[in-house]
């Protein structure tokens, strides 16, 4: 990291950050360049858990490619200066880098769904079987982390 005055270094702070923001963005490649999308999730024990359709532009990705990014922030507004180039942002940010993995079994899934209603504050929700059944979830499995802060 260039700026190290800005570097977090510990998990767990990071790991507040990504409690406590709201959207995720989740970066793939494939042949026709990056493509990235935001995204609700959870985190817990080193994975994110987002929920999807089970067709589109991002499965179709993630299947020839696993290897993804995800970012998420919190920010707080703008920190001006008289020399409007010299303008900053207060944020706080993480940047993982890992593996998509397709979650097919129906209690992890359930599960999973419950973590993200949970990260948005309705609680550990409960799923009928034939909404499990519909729905794609991706497992993001973290291989690295990294944060930043300013302001």
Known sequence: MRRKDREII???AME???DAAAVCRLGMADNNGPYVVPLCYAYENGSFYL???????KIDILRKNPQVCVEV???DGPIP???PCAWEMRYKSVICRGTAVF???SEEKKQALGKITRHYGAGYLTFPDEAVARVCIIRIDVD???GKQHG
């Open 103 to 105: 979650v097919e079994d």
């Open 81 to 83: 200066k008289e020399n």
């Open 51 to 57: 929920h999807s359709a089970r067709e589109g532009e």
């Open 73 to 75: 922030d919190i920010t």
């Open 144 to 146: 690295c982390m990294t």
């Open 10 to 12: 510990d998990t767990e």
């Open 16 to 18: 507040r950050i990504l």
